[in-house]
């Protein structure tokens, strides 16, 4: 949830790490702050700054103050222990303040750890499970500093070994950056169930919670896995596991650049990130089916004939990545003739599911890192069943811990308020659904590159919605006063309906709902009143007739009715008072187009009312706790 960055062998190490927090910044806003080793060579002393609210406010207050140093490491912070305050921000000190740490995570056993640091005579500044990590790294320096016989590890650093041994003591998630103004020019970081990047070029070495923080400086990264420790100086980066053993992590090459993370002359990252879908439903789509016809996953560790014995498909994740697997169940059911469960991954595993080595789950997280969604996974893993990610991130612990993986390729997204990556999960669980039924034969060859080449199509069709924009703004802004929205649909619709509703209470904090169209007469009609606007996913279908009905209920109450149709429908475009026209494709494709228009609409009615569309209130772009 929260962001870190962190840069030693550079000069201007503030600077690096303020621009580093700001492209942190969606992952957590409530505080902002950060650790320098200043001073001289033979007098170091660490600073840290650190302020309540966004980065603009430890700009404010860092602005004036001489912070020299080659070494540092800052912090963007969602809340969860302690409120965002000065005192319970980042980074966190040790008592005698030559010791910092930031963390991202969530230490379960910090009530009993805060017990015995305070039976102890420590005296605690903050409500934080961060701080107690400082107390703790900081006790185990001192006792290394007075010798106690440890043997050398192989990175030769004595705030490595300590961190060691602290964190052999944390149950939770954690990923951790440690300064210590012992070892001036070195961080110190370590990783359990919570994303940690590294990277070195030309003398510099840095870190961040994921890729956005170092494209600026480096593409070649290396992940650091669970249960390893890294030592970052400026000659470059060391890694170990737990035991102090020589290890490492996964390294790659970034394929996108730093103008993918710059607004590029949009107002906002989200309407940019809207507009770049055409883009990423042909990177997603690129390369999947080979000069034989046949489709690919990006990795495959399926024994043979694994997935033709499939006999049931669940589909675990969470929030927006949820509602893309209600729409690849039609795909999959229609295409591959496999009967499929969509779980919301917080509650799979505690509910007992069954499962077996012939029961595929597949686990759909834009960051790789959704730690519920990881745990649904395990979870499958554990009880032999095969397990296929839909991921964004190359190396991320979902994919890295996958039997197969197929990437979305969508590039980086920075708004909260997931958009292009809703779309291309949309898209990447079409071609599961098109790959299961070639493992099964459930599809002819022919009609498989039928159906994908209906998929490549869609590109220009997306440049078509989006030239609806302006009109959506226009009617964004009538209805923006509106205290209720409804969206209703059937069938694949309505999980876009959902995903109407949530992207519009996201960032506009208005209450939204979204209903199968038909469950309107069992309950919430009752909502409907005089002006208010019910949304319709209204395109062609085999159910379409059906939503006719009940467009003419929630009209004959009131309703302000918006319907998304297809182009040519004068039925609807008599049912409705405000028709967005689409594109006529197939009805499982639909959704794919029709979610467009519902982004724009929630983008312009958080506009209308003045939100902070990228950073919406009490939201963070990954979920990296419980």
Not at 221 to 245: F, H, K, M, N, W
Not at 468 to 480: G, K, P, Q, T, V
Not at 527 to 538: F, K, N, Q
Request: negative net charge; contains cysteine.
């Amino acid at each position: 949830m929260c962001g870190i960055i962190g840069c030693t062998g550079r000069d201007d190490a503030v600077d690096v790490v303020l621009e580093g927090l700001a492209t942190l910044e969606y992952r957590g806003y409530d505080s902002a702050g950060m650790a320098i080793v200043s001073g001289t060579q033979a007098a170091p002393e660490l600073r840290v700054v650190k302020r309540a609210g966004k980065l603009a406010s430890l700009r404010h207050a860092v602005e004036g103050q001489s912070l020299p140093g080659r070494s540092g490491i800052g912090h963007t912070r969602w809340a969860t222990h302690g409120a965002p305050t000065d005192r319970n921000s980042h980074p966190h000190v040790s008592g005698d303040g030559s010791l910092a740490v930031v963390h991202n995570g969530i230490i379960e056993n910090h009530e009993a750890l805060r017990a015995e640091l305070q039976a102890a005579g420590v005296e605690l500044a903050s409500e934080t499970d961060t701080e107690l990590v400082a107390h703790l790294v900081a006790a185990e320096r001192d006792i290394l500093s007075a010798g106690d016989g440890a043997a050398p590890t192989t990175d030769g650093s004595r705030l490595a070994e300590a961190l060691r041994r602290a964190v052999r003591r944390l149950e939770g998630q954690y990923a951790l950056a440690v300064l210590d103004v012992g070892e001036p020019e070195t961080i110190v970081a370590a990783r359990y169930g919570a994303p940690l990047i590294l990277g070195h070029d030309d003398g510099v070495s840095w870190l961040a919670s994921d890729i956005a923080g170092l494209i600026a400086h480096t593409r070649d990264v290396e992940v650091l896995l669970d249960r390893q420790l890294a030592v970052l100086t400026p000659g470059g980066i060391a890694v170990s596991d737990l035991d102090g053993q020589e290890s490492e992590g996964v390294r790659y090459k970034v394929d996108w650049d730093v103008d993918a993370a710059e607004k590029q002359g949009y107002p906002h990252f989200m309407l940019k990130e809207i507009y770049e879908q055409p883009q990423a439903l042909t990177d997603t789509l690129l390369g999947r089916l080979g000069e034989d016809g046949t489709l690919a996953l990006d990795e495959q560790r399926f024994a043979d004939g694994e997935l033709r014995r499939i006999d049931k498909v669940y589909v675990v994740a969470c929030g927006t990545s949820y509602h893309a697997g209600m729409v690849g169940r039609y795909a999959i059911e229609h295409w591959a003739r496999l009967g499929v469960e969509v779980e919301i991954a917080s509650e799979f595993r505690y509910r007992d599911p069954i499962l077996n080595p012939h029961t595929l789950v597949i686990a759909i997280s834009q960051s790789g890192e959704t730690t519920d969604t990881i745990a649904a996974a395990a979870h499958a893993r554990d009880q032999r069943a095969p397990v296929l990610a839909v991921t964004n991130v190359v190396g991320s612990t979902l994919a890295r811990q996958a039997d197969g993986v197929l990437h979305t390729r969508a590039g980086p997204e920075i708004g909260v308020a997931a958009t292009k990556t809703f779309l291309t999960q949309v898209v990447a669980a079409d071609v599961l659904a098109l790959f299961l039924a070639q493992e099964r034969r459930t599809l002819l060859p022919e009609e498989i590159a039928d159906a994908f080449a209906r998929l490549e199509a869609l590109g220009p069709l997306l440049e078509q919605v989006l030239a609806h924009d302006e009109r959506i703004a226009e009617l964004a802004h009538r209805l923006a006063g509106a205290d209720y929205f409804m969206f209703i649909a059937r069938h694949a619709g309505l999980p876009i309906a959902l995903e109407g509703a949530l992207k519009l209470k996201e960032i506009s904090y208005l209450h939204a709902e979204g209903f199968p169209a038909g469950e309107m007469k069992h309950g919430p009609i009752a909502l409907i009143d005089d002006g208010g606007p019910v949304i319709a996913i209204a395109t062609r279908s085999h159910v379409r007739s059906k939503l006719l009905s009940n467009l003419a209920e929630v009209r004959a109450r009131g309703a302000v009715v918006v319907a998304l149709a297809t182009e040519g429908d004068p039925e609807i475009a008599a049912a409705a008072d405000h028709v967005i026209a689409l594109p006529d494709v197939h009805e499982l494709l639909a959704p794919i187009l029709a979610v467009v228009p519902l982004q724009l609409l929630a983008y312009h009615v958080a506009v209308a009312l003045d939100r902070d569309v990228d950073q919406p209130r009490n939201l963070a772009k990954t979920v990296t706790v419980e």
